[in-house]
């Protein structure tokens, strides 16, 4: 499941994923969310947290996760992946540089510094 995380900025979104992310928690939960703070704030600022609480995608969200990001591409000004998996930072390594966003990989031990950068 995404939790949201509250976070100090109001143009902040943060999100951290919990167990198996599935193709209802991007249509029930991410997707409303995002679409809400482009509505609010015109642009998404997003923090996403895969820690140790997250167990995998199934291949629907995944496939979501691809979709979302191809629909949003223009609305997302920060994106910060904050994580313990190194496959997940090295993925975002090799896709950071195609993001019209600036991106940024964090250690879970950083959450606070990446909503700082973040809102910056």
Not at 1 to 19: D, Q, Y
Not at 42 to 60: A, T
Request: proline share 4%.
């Amino acid at each position: 499941m995404l939790e949201r995380i509250k976070s100090t900025s109001p143009n902040v979104l943060a999100m951290r994923a919990v167990g198996k992310i599935t193709d209802e928690d991007y249509k029930t939960v991410l997707i409303p969310a995002v679409e809400s703070q482009i509505q609010a704030q015109r642009k998404v600022r997003f923090v996403y947290v895969i820690g140790p609480e997250f167990e995998s995608f199934s291949m629907q969200a995944m496939l979501d996760d691809a979709l979302f990001g191809l629909h949003h591409w223009r609305d997302l000004e920060r994106v910060a992946v904050v994580t313990d998996r190194d496959w997940i930072a090295h993925a975002m390594q090799i896709f950071m540089p195609l993001l019209p966003a600036k991106s940024k990989v964090f250690h879970t031990d950083q959450l606070k510094d990446a909503l700082a950068w973040a809102a910056a």
